[in-house]
């Protein structure tokens, strides 16, 4: 009986160990070896200094290489031709997204822009993307929606003008939100607005200072996060999120409510709404519709105010530089009607050195240093290794903008690099801070235009410059899904 007994526990820990090798994949690319059960889960826990370990490792083990979060294998995308060979050559195998611990209530799970995948996702993203381009660059253009925008956000500050440094994150976080709000609903909220400016909170904590990355055991691992939840950070995480779609809810409702199906749309939701009546398809419902707006919210509001106040941050630091982008602008800006100094979008050509600026501090903020995580959705081969389906891949942007080889001395701050001999900006297809591929950001357009009015419209009324007698800001980042700015004070005085 005994002998019978351990013949059959013998047996079975052979199958075990035959049916775990022969699961795990053979030619995968090479990377850390990580500890039993965890891999390089807790190398990697802390996020901040993430994407710069996963840079020291691109050195070591080659720009393609593999980590374990736990069980989860996970490739590194770590330069432009690998990032090329997956997301462009490959870029229906690499479309599928992570099915990660989600931070909203179940009904709204895999919907939305984000996160969904398959049949959904091809749908929504073209609707997403030809409404987008009604709306944004088409025929009625955001241009006009920025433009006030930026004259509602020189007014607020210019309060400030003369008086004690202050911190812009605030003001330029609802400015850019406003951008948003005019798309999707059409309207904006004033800066003063509580409850919009407590919602705004959350999508900060969430995308720059809540120590989570996509590369994250707490996101990647279900139960990890199970455990979490039982906790009072991560109760308070969730009960955010609830708190932020039912925000998010009623000002759909409110919008959804003032569409004339007489007249064409103006913003997304009676777009959405047009649709969903036409009976476009099964995905035009309403919790589709309340989780695509959280996303364009969470997609476009933290990385573009990030980019401002990065760009304010640098020129700060180089004051000669922000003098000579200033008479640029005053040279090139027309006035309106009311001696407002108005930049438009088609005549950014006429100011290289602005563009040049604000490429540059794309580059150098590397906003999205992870991108947004990839799973492959069939078996594949890429740069010779053997790639099984459901393996997850992160773009490591931060490693393709900080490349010496295409950008000579990363760490300069160095708009230069992006003009050529007689002063015209110099495109470089190493600059992708929005990826690449059939997963591309597809506010890509939207944020290059409210980019360039925002610093356009910011640099040619204001000078900014360090509080005196104050240490110099910190260029150190605090990170999370976006790299923004350590918060800082600054100081602004009006020019004539
Ligand atoms: C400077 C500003 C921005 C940066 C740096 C940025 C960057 C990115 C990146 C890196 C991705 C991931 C692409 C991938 O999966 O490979 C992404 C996706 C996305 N972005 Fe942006 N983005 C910005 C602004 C915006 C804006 C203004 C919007 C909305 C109007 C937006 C909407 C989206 C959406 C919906 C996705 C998901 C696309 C999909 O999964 O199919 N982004 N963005």
Redesign the pocket.
């Known amino acids: 009986m005994f002998l019978t007994l351990l013949l059959a526990g013998v047996i079975l820990a052979i199958t075990f160990v035959l049916y775990w090798y022969m699961s795990v994949p053979k030619n995968l690319p090479p990377g850390p070896k990580g500890l039993p059960i965890l891999g390089s889960a807790i190398d990697t826990w802390d996020v901040p200094t993430q994407y710069m370990l996963l840079q020291k490792w691109a050195k070591k083990y080659g720009p393609f290489f593999k980590v374990y979060i736990a069980n989860k294998l996970v490739l590194i995308l770590g330069d432009y031709k690998t990032i090329q060979e997956a997301?462009v050559k490959q870029g229906d195998v690499f479309?599928g997204?992570p099915n990660i611990v989600k931070l909203v209530p179940k009904e709204y799970h895999d919907l939305?822009?984000?996160?969904?995948e398959g049949d959904l996702?091809k749908e929504q993203?073209r609707f997403?993307i030809t409404t987008?381009r009604e709306f944004?660059l088409g025929r009625t253009s955001m241009e006009p929606h920025i433009q006030e925008e930026v004259q509602h956000l020189v007014t607020e500050m210019t309060k400030h003008a003369k008086g004690p440094a202050f911190n812009l994150h605030r003001v330029i976080n609802n400015a850019v939100a406003n951008?948003?709000c005019q798309?999707v609903f059409g309207r904006r909220f004033e800066y003063d607005d509580a409850s919009f400016g407590k919602q705004l909170q959350v999508l900060t904590k969430r995308a720059s200072e809540s120590n989570i990355s996509f590369l994250s055991p707490l996101l990647l691992c279900g139960w990890i996060a199970k455990l979490l939840s039982i906790l009072p950070q991560g109760k308070r995480l969730l009960s955010e999120g609830a708190q932020f779609v039912d925000y998010m809810d009623q000002q759909v409702k409110i919008t959804a409510k003032t569409y004339d199906s007489n007249s064409p749309p103006t913003n997304y939701v009676h777009a959405f709404v047009k649709a969903a009546k036409q009976e476009q398809g099964k995905n035009f419902n309403d919790a589709q519709l309340v989780s695509?707006v959280i996303?364009?919210f969470a997609?476009?509001?933290e990385?573009?105010s990030?980019?401002i106040r990065w760009a304010v941050l640098y020129l700060a630091r180089h004051p000669d530089l922000q003098e000579r982008i200033y008479q640029e602008l005053k040279a090139g800006m027309s006035d309106d009607a009311n001696n407002n100094k108005l930049p438009s979008y088609s005549d950014r050509a006429q100011f290289p050195l602005t563009e040049a600026t604000i490429m540059e501090t794309?580059r150098i903020a590397s906003?999205?240093p992870l991108?947004?995580?990839?799973k492959t959705l069939a078996p594949t081969k890429l740069m010779g290794y053997d790639i099984p389906e459901g393996t997850l891949a992160i773009?490591l942007?931060w490693n393709v903008l900080s490349d010496p080889d295409t950008f000579p001395h990363p760490e300069k701050f160095d708009p230069h690099r992006f003009l050529d001999e007689e002063g015209k900006v110099k495109r470089n297809p190493n600059l992708?801070?929005?990826?690449?591929?059939?997963?591309?950001?597809?506010?890509?357009g939207?944020?290059?235009m409210?980019?360039f009015i925002f610093f356009a419209g910011l640099f040619s009324r204001f000078r900014f410059f360090y509080p005196p007698n104050e240490p110099i800001p910190t260029l150190a980042a605090g990170v999370g899904f976006?790299r923004a700015p350590t918060p800082y004070n600054i100081c602004v005085e009006l020019r004539d």
Do not use: Y
Request: glycine share 10%.
């Open positions: 997301l479309a997204r939305g822009l984000f996160l969904s996702w993203r997403a987008l944004g951008v948003i798309l695509t996303d364009l997609a476009g509001t990385t573009a990030s980019a794309q906003l999205s991108s947004v995580m990839h773009p942007l992708i801070p929005f990826s690449s591929g059939k997963r591309v950001c597809i506010g890509e939207l944020a290059n409210e980019l976006v």
